[in-house]
């Protein structure tokens, strides 16, 4: 038997004039008969959706893998078994300890920490947080990649009074340490140029679209002879995966197109969508392109920000989120909060579904990773931190089991969970936040 298989580096890149285009995990890559054949890497992301949610049109009733699809959860029908639907867990550093922080900013600062935030504008308090799991992890998985990871929000951040506390608290969910908030980027160009692009300043940027038209023009050559040493399997998946990318800019350049005249921001580009719905999309396609691209290997996104003003008219929602998620028992505005809720995990579910559409390795890249939805307040109407709303989706590469309904003693620590997470991408910590110890037993081990 001959093997005639040459294997492309896994680090190869298509370079153009001001470009370095990654490229995804391809047969190719692997070579044949190799004991240290490359295998999909492990990927994390956090997705956050604030103001709390109904219970009742949220927890399933049954536990184990026989749980019912509540109504918020419905969208998640087709990605099921890789799903996870965990309840009881509990964020009480985010509770009142007599500091002007309010609520809403709490919730977020100790979604991923475990620590609680105070008020900075109180005379003699410092300004201290806690490095959040994501960068843990980053640090860890994300080392070897481009990006050790990236922050992103589709909720405009907020400026001015923010509820009471430092508006820093709800426009990001990611520190790097305890005193250095990641900022969420909202545009997708810069996103797109942070994944694919070599940025400057916006001048320089205009000038190098206007020479190269796109960054597939500008690698066109390269890609043209990188397929040429392809079977028909790898030429597929680098057809397809360079269609994506085109299919993505096209979108940019048409939001560009329509919103450059009234956005003046000579520093940053412009082309933010005109719809929620749009921007979101945008920005989940982005993350989906870096991870099959292993641009970055950990993300997080706020798809609603504490205290969002963001209104929903297209499915029946013209009041601000904040408001509605006060609903203080009226029916309608029960009716109006699960319309909210369902539509975030709508929008996520799409997603997900491109993952797990996504071959990579000995399975899809959903498989190898693991995606984190929630938020750091359970009840919005009563801004209370506890059963949180919490959804694991992916099995880290058959790190953890899936397809279930976990309930867990009421007001577990979340933080327990995450130290849980942790340790099964290798970063391995005696304590985190507020945690009490690991998940024990671990509903999730395989």
Same mark, same amino acid.
């Given at each position: ?5 040459k294997a492309?580096d896994?680090?190869t890149?298509l370079?153009?004039?001001?470009t370095c @285009?990654?490229?995804?995990l391809?047969?190719?890559m692997i &070579?044949?008969?190799a004991?240290d054949a490359?295998t999909?890497? &492990? ?9 709390g ?6 927890n ?23 799903l996870?639907v @965990? ?6 550093e985010?509770?009142t300890?007599?500091d002007?922080?309010?609520d809403?900013?709490r919730s977020?600062?100790a979604?991923?920490t ?9 005379p ?10 994501d960068?843990l992890a980053?640090?860890k ?25 430092d508006?820093?608290y709800?426009?990001?969910v990611?520190?790097r340490?305890?005193a ?11 996103v ?12 320089a940027r ?11 023009d500008?690698?066109r050559?390269?890609?043209?002879a990188?397929?040429k ?6 030429? #597929?998946?680098?057809?397809?995966y360079?269609d ?5 800019e ?5 939001a560009e197109a ?23 999309? @945008?920005m ?5 392109l870096?991870? #099959? ?11 609603a920000?504490?205290?969002?003003g963001?209104s ?7 009041e601000?989120?904040h ?7 009226d &029916?309608g505005?029960?009716?109006k909060?699960? #319309?909210i809720?369902?539509y ?7 997603f997900?579904?491109k ?6 390795g ?11 939805y929630?938020?750091g307040?359970?009840?919005?109407n009563?801004?209370?931190h ?7 989706v ?20 979340m933080?327990?969970?995450l130290?849980?997470?942790l ?9 985190l936040?507020d945690?009490?110890?690991r ?8």
């Amino acid at each position: 038997m001959f093997v005639t298989k040459k294997a492309v580096d896994r680090r190869t890149f298509l370079r153009g004039a001001g470009t370095c @285009l990654a490229l995804p995990l391809l047969d190719s890559m692997i &070579p044949a008969f190799a004991a240290d054949a490359p295998t999909a890497p &492990p990927r994390l992301g956090f997705v956050y959706a604030g103001n709390g949610i109904v219970h009742a049109h949220w927890n399933p009733t049954k536990q184990g893998r026989d749980f019912e699809l509540t109504p918020n959860l419905k969208p998640l029908a087709g990605v099921r078994s890789h799903l996870n639907v @965990l309840t009881g867990l509990a964020h009480r550093e985010a509770d009142t300890k007599g500091d002007g922080t309010g609520d809403h900013p709490r919730s977020s600062a100790a979604w991923l920490t475990g620590v609680h935030a105070y008020d900075r504008t109180r005379p003699g308090v410092e300004v201290k947080l806690a490095t959040t799991a994501d960068q843990l992890a980053a640090r860890k998985i994300g080392a070897d990649s481009p990006l050790p990871s990236m922050e992103l929000s589709v909720d405009p951040p907020m400026q001015g009074a923010c509820d009471s506390g430092d508006c820093f608290y709800v426009n990001t969910v990611s520190w790097r340490n305890d005193a250095t908030p990641n900022l969420a980027e909202t545009h997708p160009r810069i996103v797109f140029e942070r994944f694919f692009g070599d940025g400057g300043s916006s001048e320089a940027r205009l000038a190098r679209a206007k020479v190269t038209g796109s960054i597939l023009d500008s690698v066109r050559q390269e890609a043209a002879a990188l397929a040429k040493s392809l079977g028909p399997g790898d030429f #597929r998946k680098l057809d397809e995966y360079l269609d994506s990318v085109r299919e993505i800019e096209r979108r940019i350049q048409s939001a560009e197109a329509r919103g450059g005249k009234e956005l003046e921001l000579p520093d940053r580009p412009t082309g933010i969508p005109d719809t929620y719905e749009e921007h979101t999309r @945008l920005m989940f396609d982005l993350q989906a392109l870096a991870f #099959r691209a292993d641009v970055t290997r950990v993300f997080s996104m706020i798809m609603a920000r504490e205290l969002s003003g963001l209104s929903y008219p297209n499915i029946g929602v013209p009041e601000g989120h904040h408001n509605v998620s006060h609903h203080r028992d009226d &029916p309608g505005l029960i009716d109006k909060k699960t #319309r909210i809720d369902t539509y975030h995990v709508q929008l996520f579910a799409e997603f997900l579904e491109k993952l797990a559409a996504t071959p990579e390795g000995d399975g899809s890249l959903l498989d190898h990773s693991l995606i984190v939805y929630g938020s750091g307040m359970g009840d919005g109407n009563l801004h209370r931190h506890a059963d949180l709303p919490c959804l694991l989706v992916g099995s880290l590469g058959g790190r953890i089991a899936t397809g279930q309904h976990v309930r867990y003693p009421d007001d577990t620590p979340m933080t327990n969970l995450l130290l849980t997470v942790l340790d099964k991408v290798g970063v391995h910590l005696d304590a985190l936040g507020d945690s009490t110890g690991r998940l024990d037993p671990d509903p999730l081990s395989v």
